[in-house]
């Protein structure tokens, strides 16, 4: 039986990722510091552990695993993240969990491990233009990411592929787009846009008025759960290490999201634009260079997943008892 270690395994992503590892029969431990919120873990093995502790690194990499995914981090939406106040504890919680994670990977010789990173990665210069922005995997350098979190990413990148390159490691680098679904976040302050929205809406009475940050012409493309583990695995077990863009070409402008949103519940809102945190002008993923190495590309519609993601996180509204009478 294949065996495979998940980092961030309470996490939205991990969560899910550790239930497609069992469906195709391995045996899986999950790290975290908490269970996942809101289902049942599926790993075998589940550990509560602190990862900026290089001790429990090593006690969570006690064996040469086939694959080891590294999702763990300090991370949330744009009030989480682009806000400035978290900056601190962003760079040093997840620069730590990088370096002691590649490190007791080293040390167990432990070969394939992947890394989770983001789009957050790309310059700010490149992302002005709200319709032609530009996220080309070789666009990275000269670097000016618009956060502290696109910083240490970036950061935590190099290190990954300098383990490579000195240890032998077969690292996989990865940069996500906004990945979305159930499960996730939608009430905590961590929340991103496709359930921040869904959350909105479903509170809202029919007729009434939801807040969009900035003026809702900012535009941005979602990732559907499913499509992003399909992905990531595919990446994975191939024999490329990266970097490469995991996310959609279809890209929307904020308000527009919303409309979506609106039209899949059955509500007539208005949109009201406040001053807010909202990152870039514009962010697409560039899906040239995964179609050319991967033979592979996202296929379903925003419109599916976010029918998806709105029904679940309806009913934890409804649940919560924040539906409008």
Same mark, same amino acid.
């Given at each position: 039986?294949?065996?495979?270690?998940?980092?961030?395994? %309470?996490?939205?992503?991990?969560?899910?990722?550790?239930? $497609?590892? /069992?469906?195709?029969?391995?045996?899986?431990?999950? !790290?975290?510091?908490?269970?996942?919120?809101?289902?049942?873990?599926?790993?075998?093995?589940?550990?509560?552990?602190?990862?900026?502790?290089?001790?429990?690194?090593?006690?969570? !990499? *006690?064996?040469?695993? *086939?694959?080891?995914?590294?999702?763990?981090?300090? @991370?949330?939406?744009?009030?989480?993240?682009?806000?400035?106040?978290?900056?601190?504890?962003? @760079?040093?919680?997840?620069?730590?969990?990088?370096?002691?994670?590649? =490190?007791?990977?080293?040390?167990?010789?432990?070969?394939?491990? &992947?890394?989770?990173?983001?789009?957050?990665?790309?310059?700010?210069?490149?992302?002005?233009?709200?319709?032609?922005?530009?996220?080309?995997?070789?666009?990275?350098?000269?670097?000016?990411?618009?956060?502290?979190?696109?910083?240490?990413?970036? &950061?935590?990148? $190099?290190?990954?592929?300098?383990?490579?390159?000195? &240890? #032998?490691?077969? !690292?996989?680098?990865?940069?996500?787009?906004?990945?979305? #679904?159930?499960?996730?976040?939608?009430?905590? +302050?961590?929340?991103?846009?496709?359930?921040?929205?869904?959350?909105?809406?479903?509170?809202?009475?029919? %007729? #009434?008025?939801?807040?969009?940050?900035?003026?809702?012409?900012?535009? $941005?493309?979602?990732?559907?759960?499913?499509?992003?583990? =399909?992905? !990531?695995?595919?990446?994975? $077990?191939?024999?490329?290490? %990266?970097?490469?863009?995991?996310?959609? =070409?279809?890209?929307?402008?904020?308000?527009?999201?919303?409309?979506?949103?609106?039209?899949?519940?059955?509500?007539?809102?208005?949109?009201?634009?406040?001053?807010?945190?909202? #990152?870039?002008?514009?962010?697409?993923?560039?899906?040239?260079?995964?179609?050319? /190495?991967?033979?592979?590309?996202?296929?379903?519609?925003?419109?599916? +997943?976010?029918?998806?993601?709105?029904?679940?996180?309806?009913?934890?509204?409804?649940?919560? %008892?924040?539906?409008?009478?």
């Amino acid at each position: 039986m294949k065996s495979a270690l998940v980092c961030g395994a %309470g996490g939205f992503i991990g969560n899910h990722l550790v239930t $497609r590892l /069992k469906g195709e029969g391995f045996w899986v431990r999950g !790290v975290d510091l908490k269970f996942p919120e809101y289902s049942e873990t599926e790993a075998d093995d589940f550990m509560i552990g602190d990862l900026r502790d290089p001790h429990v690194c090593d006690r969570a !990499v *006690d064996r040469r695993f *086939d694959e080891i995914y590294q999702l763990a981090a300090d @991370m949330g939406g744009a009030g989480y993240v682009f806000v400035g106040d978290n900056d601190a504890d962003i @760079m040093h919680n997840s620069g730590l969990i990088n370096l002691n994670m590649v =490190e007791a990977c080293r040390k167990r010789n432990a070969k394939r491990i &992947f890394y989770s990173s983001s789009a957050c990665i790309y310059p700010e210069f490149n992302q002005l233009d709200p319709d032609n922005p530009k996220t080309a995997e070789d666009s990275a350098y000269p670097a000016q990411p618009d956060s502290d979190y696109g910083w240490e990413k970036l &950061f935590s990148e $190099r290190l990954y592929f300098a383990f490579h390159r000195n &240890f #032998g490691m077969e !690292v996989r680098v990865s940069r996500f787009h906004n990945i979305f #679904g159930p499960l996730g976040s939608w009430n905590d +302050g961590r929340e991103k846009a496709p359930a921040a929205l869904c959350r909105k809406v479903a509170m809202a009475p029919d %007729g #009434g008025e939801i807040e969009i940050w900035g003026d809702g012409k900012q535009t $941005r493309s979602f990732l559907y759960m499913d499509e992003c583990i =399909e992905g !990531v695995l595919r990446f994975t $077990r191939g024999d490329w290490i %990266g970097p490469v863009n995991m996310g959609s =070409e279809e890209m929307i402008a904020i308000n527009d999201l919303a409309s979506m949103v609106m039209d899949i519940a059955g509500k007539k809102l208005t949109i009201k634009n406040i001053p807010g945190p909202e #990152g870039v002008r514009g962010r697409n993923s560039d899906n040239a260079l995964i179609e050319q /190495k991967l033979g592979w590309k996202p296929t379903q519609s925003l419109r599916e +997943g976010m029918e998806k993601t709105y029904a679940w996180i309806e009913e934890q509204v409804k649940e919560a %008892g924040l539906a409008p009478k």
